[in-house]
């Protein structure tokens, strides 16, 4: 698996194609951090995609074989200048992105701040209205506990800081001007069901979504909301890699 020297990240290259990075819920050392039974989530998503597409995977943030980043520099400015960063290393030049909740956080600031993404898609994440402040608030009272399923993948609790760095960095930033602006291809799904409780702190995805809906539908956003599926059955490769195949192969005319 390579490191990118410059920005202490490893990882992973899959199938061949158009370039597409895939962000959280995927990771460059996915079976290794959640064990060979998540083999079965991860081939999911790659196996329908790597005939036509280039797959980048990375261990993000410090994360698996990646090089530790102090939980207070992960501002959104470091994650997109990380992630363009590996994506040079990778050979990517101009790529699709496809990120998951936190990850569909990210690919909003990507979009925004870059002209490298040749098409965006965001799963379980508001395009308009997202719940900042309310996981900021949320990410503030876990952090003398994080939770066990946070710490599977965090190297010590007291990691879990970086994600109050990267929402109060946020703090300020003009997202309907900013999500006005996006010229590429754009997609955003999510599950039906798909609001949330983080701390006793309600999170609204999929209702926010829905209350958005027309607004993005014209500002040239394709939305697919997935029944019957609440916030982690829509990242089940199932249920996403099959409209998400066919948004990126209209897309990009691969």
Not at 122 to 129: E, F, M, Q, V
Not at 138 to 167: C, D, G, N
Not at 189 to 201: R, T
Not at 203 to 223: N, Y
Request: charged residues 20%; proline residues 7%; glycine residues 10%.
């Amino acid at each position: 698996m390579p490191l990118d020297a410059a920005t202490g990240i490893h990882y992973t290259l899959h199938g061949n194609g158009q370039p597409l990075l895939i962000g959280l819920p995927l990771m460059a050392s996915h079976t290794a951090l959640f064990g060979p039974e998540s083999a079965a989530m991860l081939n999911g998503y790659l196996d329908p995609l790597t005939d036509r597409y280039r797959v980048l995977l990375v261990d993000y943030p410090s994360i698996g074989g990646s090089r530790d980043i102090a939980p207070q520099d992960l501002t959104a400015e470091r994650v997109c200048a990380d992630l363009l960063g590996v994506a040079t290393a990778a050979g990517f030049d101009r790529f699709a992105y496809w990120g998951y909740s936190w990850g569909g956080a990210v690919g909003l600031q990507l979009a925004a701040r870059t002209d490298r993404l040749s098409a965006l898609v965001i799963g379980g994440w508001p395009p308009l209205a997202g719940p900042y402040e309310a996981l900021l608030a949320a990410a503030r009272k876990k952090l003398p506990q994080p939770e066990p399923s946070s710490m599977k993948v965090l190297r010590s609790p007291a990691q879990y800081a970086q994600w109050i760095t990267f929402y109060e960095s946020l703090r300020g930033w003009n997202e309907r001007e900013s999500v006005a602006r996006l010229a590429c291809p754009r997609m955003v799904y999510f599950g039906a069901q798909g609001d949330l409780i983080e701390a006793g702190i309600p999170v609204s995805i999929a209702s926010h979504i829905r209350g958005e809906r027309d607004t993005l539908e014209a500002l040239g956003w394709t939305v697919q909301e997935i029944a019957g599926r609440d916030h982690g059955g829509a990242a089940l490769p199932d249920a996403v890699v099959p409209p998400v195949r066919a948004f990126l192969d209209r897309s990009l005319g691969a």
